[in-house]
């Protein structure tokens, strides 16, 4: 197992330019460039949510059930696992404990939510089966700069290694498999993490694998090095845009059906808000005769 851990993201209350590239960030930024400015240069708090905090339990009983030898990778001893890790969270982020109220009522939702976990875990042993598995890496930190300067990073759940040499990269979902017109999207997260491991290690991993617990499917890819080629150039290009944007402070709402779950609608032009006052220094983009002058006379 792993051990080495990323910094933490926006540990700092002060504002600072980006310097990296995470898959949720690259997310974030694409679904909204103002949601990507609130999370990352003005570092506004969010509630925490169930299921967010339900993939968070999830994903620590998969990984630590690898502790376990082989053949005690059972469905009671995964679902046994849930009390305590539900536990671990609790003293890390002691905000959790106020998600389910007070009261029998809060008893009740906590219980159901418990429920509700204990389904995915279960679900997860019809998918994949942890007794003939033996991951080479568990919640795995890794990070790279490409030639261009620009750094990745990021935790990818679980990498496993054939006897061969092939490297299997899998990702654990709580949610539903998106329809087949969708994929390429959810791919993405996996063809960051295998362009990753492709420049960090000189490996092109042999598969990508999605197991989502909240529908039972497994959606797997076989990578080649032109798609990772071209997922570097979106991510560079990506990268330029996000850059600009620093550079400027243009940081535009990009209204879709998710903004209905966004935190932060009070600072949201689209809902009528103002954002906070940008923290970075802004440097206007240069006027057509700057860029004449600079270039000289057409």
Known sequence: MSTSQPPAEGSSAVAAEPTSLSPSRAGDFMQCPLLYRFRVIDRLPEKPSEAATRGTLVHAVLERLFDDPAAERTVPRAKAMIPGQWDRLLEARPELGGLFGEGDDGGERLARWMGEAERLVERWFSLEDPTRLEPAEREMFVETELPSGLRLRGVIDRVDIAPTGEVRIVDYKTGKAPRPEYSEGALFQMKFYALVIWRL??????????????????????????????????????WEAIREATRTGDWRPRPTKLCGWCDHQAVCPEFGGTPPVYPLIVSPAASSEDEQGRMGPV
Not at 216 to 231: H, K, S, W
């Open 201 to 238: 290690k000189k490996v092109l991993p042999r598969r990508l694998q999605l197991v989502y617990l909240g529908s039972g499917d497994v959606l797997t890819y076989d990578p080649q090095p032109a798609d990772l080629e071209r997922t570097e150039r979106k991510l560079l290009a990506l």
